[in-house]
């Protein structure tokens, strides 16, 4: 009976010590870390420590939200942060067969933010851009997005939409998006700092350039553009710009300001339009004097004579035509006001204005190179002096001032000199020249005949001009400097007013050899035999073939 007492308190005891431990009396489970030891939910966790059961009932929360074991040993756990999780502090607790372990805390942070697409990928300075992802900030001050670095503007947010703009000072390179100070880089946004100009071009009227004009934009090397039609310039930088048509032929002109300054918007096509109106130019033909009808009238004619045409129509006498260099104009003495003064007709027989004002009579009128003056004779004191003249008639100057008669003035192809007649040293006229502001005067001839019309050759080495030295009016040539005179026409009859051509191989001039008054034209050396050019039972008069400019 003892014996049988003895072994049940055997049995009982053993049970007993069998029952302060786990399942088949192992260790109660431990933690002794949980790494890492913050991260938002999903985050993979390792916790340590002894006493686990990886056959056994065992689970794991993070502040009392279960999570996934992925595996187990008796001294390790790894298992993932669950989803759900407030930001902040979480206790640790494993779970093994009803024994529960407490470790550190974890803390759950917020999840990194994820960028999906942003549309549009490229834009202006306050494009409106949406970026799409997960993670965002439902509430927008707690959201960040910067475009190369620089902030931009939240305008609206949800967790997974934010909508901003492009800011100020922005730069082509990748956006970042930041939710409680985790960021996310996305796509390269193209921030679209540049624009595009259209520049339209129309050439209309009379004798247009065929050439294309240059086109510059601030001043950089000039770009061909036609001379009507569109060209366009992409990638100009925002803000203003100045641009200038050039290479323009003399007879046309920009109707409008040239340069003109444009701004240009980024992201936009910016237009301008040039208007530009030609002229009808006088190329190679002779302007002269003519009494075909009840009047004496300026006409045009080619250089063998042919294709002649009225310039103007008055019932007053017009005479001395002068062609200007850039052929758009043509200068002459008219009786329209009750004395002569001088006109301006276009090329193409429109617009006549009056240039001179004058109480005398005016004479001979001679454009500079640069068609900016003219040179003329005046008698409105009593006796001949030379002037010049703005084409609009101002700006009046007296170059010579004295008591012997002074005219027939040409102005030199170089600018440089002009040349006329005086009385200065006898009764008869001789040839001078003198500086554009009427200094340094030098006489070139010296004859007790008449010595006018002097005018420049084209290259202005020699010059052509009427004397009368071997008893009546022959054309004659010297030097610049008045040496080498050459008689060039031979003839009983008056020869007169020789105007050179454009080569300076030939000169055109008046004779009333054939009965009447008409235009002639022999070469320059005087050999051969001159050539009657208008040949009409009318008097014809004064040419002058149109220079070179």
């Known amino acids: 009976m003892n014996k049988l007492l003895q072994l049940s308190i055997l ?6 010590l069998a029952s302060c431990g786990s399942d088949s009396g192992g260790p109660n489970p431990e933690i002794t870390s949980v790494q890492p030891e913050s991260g938002p939910p999903g985050t993979s966790v390792t916790i340590a420590g002894k006493g686990f059961r990886p056959k056994g009932d065992m689970n794991v929360t993070f502040g009392g939200t ?3 074991l992925t595996s187990a040993t008796e001294d390790q ?3 993932e942060v669950p989803e759900g999780l407030s930001e902040g502090s979480a206790p640790v607790e494993v779970s093994v067969e009803g024994v529960t372990a407490s470790g550190p805390s974890f803390i759950v942070e917020a999840k990194a933010p994820g960028i999906s697409s942003v549309e549009p990928d490229s834009g202006t300075v306050g494009t409106e851009v949406t970026i799409k992802g997960m993670n965002f900030s439902a509430t ?3 959201n960040s997005i910067t475009f190369n670095g620089t902030q931009a503007t939240i305008k609206s947010a949800s967790e997974d939409e934010l909508i901003t703009e492009v800011p100020q000072g922005a730069a082509d390179g990748p956006m970042e998006v930041t939710v409680k100070q985790k960021s996310t880089t996305g796509p390269d946004f193209d921030v679209i700092m540049d624009g595009t100009l259209e520049v339209h071009t129309n050439t209309t009227g009379s004798d247009k350039d065929d050439n294309r004009y240059d086109l510059s934009i601030d001043g950089d090397a000039p770009s061909s553009v036609a001379n009507s039609g569109i060209a366009t310039f992409p990638d100009i930088e925002q803000g203003s710009h100045q641009l200038e048509l050039s290479a323009i032929a003399e007879n046309c002109s920009v109707q409008g300001q040239n340069p003109r300054t444009i701004n240009i918007t980024a992201g936009d096509t910016t237009s301008t339009s040039f208007d530009i109106k030609c002229q009808a130019v006088i190329n190679d033909r002779i ?10 009238d300026i006409y045009l004619m080619d250089p063998d004579g042919s294709n002649q045409q009225a310039l103007t129509n008055d019932p007053a006498t017009d005479y001395l035509p002068q062609i200007s260099y850039s052929g758009t104009r043509v200068l002459f003495a008219s009786y329209r006001n009750g004395n002569f003064n001088l006109f301006i007709v276009n ?3 429109s617009n006549i204005r009056q240039v001179t004002n004058s109480s005398g009579d005016t004479f001979n009128g001679s454009w500079a190179p640069d068609d900016s003056k003219i040179v003329f004779g005046d008698n409105r004191s009593g006796n001949e002096e030379i002037y010049t003249i703005a084409p609009d008639g101002s700006n009046e100057q007296l170059l010579t001032n004295t008591s012997a008669n002074e005219k027939d003035p040409s102005w030199s192809p170089d600018g440089s000199k002009i040349v006329f007649v005086s009385k200065k040293t006898n009764t008869s006229f001789n040839i001078y020249t ?5 200094s340094n005067e030098k006489q070139l001839t010296s004859t007790n005949s008449s010595d006018t019309n002097p005018v420049w050759s084209p290259d202005g080495s020699k010059i052509a001009f009427t004397s009368s030295r071997d008893g009546n009016k022959e054309i004659y040539v010297i030097n610049a400097d008045g040496s080498s005179p050459q008689r060039i026409t031979k003839n009983s009859a008056s020869d007169e007013y020789p105007s050179w051509s454009r080569n300076g191989s030939e000169i055109i001039f008046d004779s009333d050899r054939d009965g009447n008054d008409e235009i002639y034209k022999i070469n320059a050396d005087g050999t051969g035999s001159p050539v009657n050019l208008s040949n009409n039972s009318a008097d014809e008069r004064f040419p002058d073939w149109s220079p070179v400019k």
């Open 347 to 349: 090329a193409d027989g």
């Open 434 to 438: 003198m500086n554009p502001d009427g």
């Open 287 to 296: 302007a002269f004097q003519t009494t075909r009808g009840s009047v004496a």
């Open 77 to 79: 756990i790894q298992t």
């Open 66 to 68: 279960a999570a996934t």
């Open 11 to 16: 049995f009982i005891t053993i049970l007993l």
């Open 140 to 142: 927008a001050s707690e």
